[in-house]
Nanobody
Framework: VQLQASGGGLVQAGDSLTLSCVAS????????MGWFRQAPGNEREFVAA????????SYLSSVKGRFTISRDNRKNTVYLQMNSLKPEDTAAYYC????????????????????WGQGTEVTVSS
C-alpha cells in the first residue's frame, strides 16, 4: 500500500488547512486510517484516526473540536480538516493505514498501523 499525503503549507494562527492522503495498491475500504505528526525535536504523536466504516473516530485531546478526520472510500482518500490552527500544531503530518479493527482506545497506537506515507509539512506562524 502506498500513501501519498498532501495539503501542507505555511499559514497564520487561526487559519485552516485540509490535508489529504490518497492510498493505492490495497483495499482502502478495509483499513483503519490515521494521522500522526512530528514536530522538530519531538517524538511522533497521534492526531486522529477513523475506522474503515467511517463511523468511529478518535482524536488527540488538544485537537478535539478543531480537527476533523474523514474518509471517502470511493476515492481511497482520508482527510484531515484543521481549523483554528495554533503555532503548536506546526509539524510534519503523516498518514498511516492499518489492517486491523482495534478498539477505540487502541486506535492511537502506532503499532496498529502497517503502512506509512511521507510527511507533509504544516507551519503555523503566530
Amino acid at each position: 500500500v502506498q500513501l501519498q499525503a498532501s495539503g501542507g503549507g505555511l499559514v497564520q494562527a487561526g487559519d485552516s488547512l485540509t490535508l489529504s492522503c490518497v492510498a493505492s495498491g490495497g483495499t482502502f475500504n478495509t483499513y483503519l486510517m490515521g494521522w500522526f505528526r512530528q514536530a522538530p525535536g519531538n517524538e511522533r504523536e497521534f492526531v486522529a484516526a477513523i475506522r474503515y466504516t467511517g463511523g468511529t473516530t478518535s482524536y488527540l485531546s488538544s485537537v478535539k473540536g478543531r480537527f476533523t478526520i474523514s474518509r471517502d472510500n470511493r476515492k481511497n482518500t482520508v482527510y484531515l480538516q484543521m481549523n483554528s490552527l495554533k503555532p503548536e500544531d506546526t509539524a510534519a503530518y503523516y498518514c498511516a493505514a492499518g489492517r486491523g479493527n482495534p478498539v477505540l482506545s487502541a486506535m492511537s497506537l502506532e503499532r496498529m498501523y502497517n503502512f506509512w506515507g511521507q510527511g507533509t509539512e504544516v507551519t503555523v506562524s503566530s
